[in-house]
């Protein structure tokens, strides 16, 4: 959608194209051409718009820390992806969990950059055999590369049967609220293949209490259509 900028302008090329319209045929002192007017302000407008002023992320802002950690963010994406990473969609994960501030801490005490829980993150490094004293979510490194290594953990582990929109999908939720809840939500729908959006329609019908699904199925939401497109120059964007 378009920010106030955007409104703010088409309003007044309204308000200058009604004004013109009723002068025109109006006598006027001096030189006055409606026409003129009118092709004045399409001009305006068309400048405008080829500018990128009124595309739907003109007015989308992307934190200027993430410029520090973009570097840090491709090497570990590429190295654990390949070079195909959907590095936008990592590059809006960490926007949407803490808009770049790699001292962020949670209400729920998840913390850094990608907002692993502490019991998480010591998970995540005894898989990995990452020792204790060098498991450190705060630090953007270690954060970064915990975060696209255990979206690839739970990437593979979606239904290879589906396209890859779907199954980053499906590894995004289980990100936000555990991979258990949407895989036993998909068996509640009785099917032998559900897709992915029926298994999101059955989100609250298994362990997970239907108040929180508003929230689980808006985190890939907020993630894959509406952060990602703000970091399209970072990769390849995977798209439905």
């Not at 400048?47 to 840090?72: D, M, N």
Request: hydrophobic share 40%; net charge positive.
């Amino acid at each position: 959608m378009m920010g106030w900028p955007q409104w703010t302008m088409l309003a007044l090329f309204a308000v200058g194209l009604l004004f013109a319209a009723n002068q025109h045929g109006k006598p006027r002192p001096g030189k006055y051409n409606f026409w003129g007017a009118v092709i004045g302000i399409a001009i305006q407008f068309g400048i405008l718009f080829a500018g990128g002023f009124f595309s739907p992320c003109a007015h989308a802002q992307v934190p200027h820390e993430s410029a520090r950690y973009k570097l840090t963010l491709l090497r570990e994406a590429h190295s654990q992806w390949g070079l195909g990473a959907p590095v936008p969609a990592f590059a809006a994960q960490v926007h949407q969990e803490s808009g770049w501030r790699p001292d962020a801490v949670s209400r729920v005490g998840a913390r850094g950059l990608a907002q692993f829980m502490p019991a998480t993150a010591t998970w995540w490094c005894a898989r990995e055999g990452t020792a204790a004293a060098d498991c450190l979510p705060h630090n953007p490194s270690w954060a970064l590369r915990a975060m696209v290594g255990y979206d690839k953990h739970l990437y593979d582990r979606t239904p290879a049967r589906m396209g890859r929109y779907d199954r980053l999908w499906l590894a995004l939720r289980g990100y936000n609220g555990g991979e258990g809840h949407w895989q036993a939500e998909g068996r509640t729908t009785g099917l032998a293949a559900p897709t992915r959006q029926q298994i999101d329609a059955a989100c609250g019908r298994a362990r997970r209490a239907a108040v929180h699904c508003t929230e689980n199925l808006g985190y890939p939401r907020r993630i894959l259509i509406d952060l990602q497109p703000r970091y399209a120059t970072w990769g390849a964007a995977w798209q439905p």
